[in-house]
């Protein structure tokens, strides 16, 4: 069955320093791969989208994320932290024939220090 | 455009009771699904609704009931609440046009629900 793991629960990180938070699929190539972030009690935002029309994806915010087929892989990066970047951030893929259905890792909660 | 609605916000019920929670989905959209989320277990699929017709479930106890209105807007329903049940619960909208795999959902807010 299809998984999604993020590696560390919690990342933290100074202002300014660059953001890395780990996404790894399982080994079949979901047709679509996402990152969405939260900010406490509100819903889920999107922050990008891998479709398979190019490896590094661009997103929203400032971040972007690289598709590796061989390390089944969907990395997050930011260059340079901002206070504004501390959320939670889950990754998440959709199925072949599933509809709607999304399955998301565990989630990573970013700290960014001043 | 409008994003997804869910209502109520906030909700605290009691033990053996159920509650109905409302989403209403982008305009267009005919795909709703439910996530669960709590600290533990993290999100959650409790059921997907297109066209009126539940097409995917997650694995809840039948307490966990949804269903569709012909306008798109879905309700889920938990009935005989248990404590384990508080969570915030949160929809999500999709357009997929009969599509077999999703390629955005939009979430709402959420409700966060607490049994006491």
């Known amino acids: 069955a299809q998984s999604v793991t993020q590696l560390g629960s919690h990342v933290s990180v100074s202002e300014g320093a660059l953001v890395l938070l780990r996404c790894n699929y399982s080994?079949?190539?979901?047709?679509?791969l996402f990152w969405y972030v939260q900010y406490p009690n509100q819903g889920l935002q999107l922050l990008l989208k891998?479709?398979?029309?190019?490896?590094l994806v661009k997103g929203i915010n400032g971040f972007e994320a690289e598709f590796k087929k061989s390390e089944t892989s969907f990395h997050l990066t930011k260059p340079s932290a901002h206070m504004s970047d501390a959320a939670e951030y889950f990754c998440?893929?959709?199925?072949?024939?599933?509809?709607?259905?999304?399955?998301f890792g565990q989630g990573t909660e970013l700290s960014v220090k001043p | 455009k409008a994003g997804v609605t869910q209502t109520p916000r906030y909700l605290i019920k009691t033990r053996g009771q159920q509650v109905t929670l409302s989403c209403s989905p982008i305009s267009g959209h005919r795909s709703v699904s439910w996530y669960q989320q709590t600290p533990g277990q993290g999100l959650q699929f409790l059921f997907e609704?297109?066209?009126?017709?539940?097409?995917n479930k997650g694995n809840f106890p039948g307490r966990f009931s949804g269903r569709q209105f012909s306008n798109s807007r879905s309700e889920m329903n938990v009935s005989t609440l248990e404590l384990g049940d508080s969570a915030l619960y949160l929809c999500?909208?999709?357009?997929?046009?009969?599509?077999?795999?999703?390629?955005?959902?939009?979430f709402g807010q959420g409700t966060r629900l607490t049994v006491v």
């Open positions: 999500a909208s999709s357009k997929l046009q009969g599509a077999s795999v999703n390629t955005e959902a939009f």
């Open positions: 998440a893929v959709s199925l072949y024939n599933q509809g709607g259905k999304l399955i």
């Open positions: 891998y479709t398979s029309a190019a490896t």
């Open positions: 080994s079949s190539v979901p047709p679509y």
């Open positions: 609704y297109f066209s009126e017709t539940q097409r």
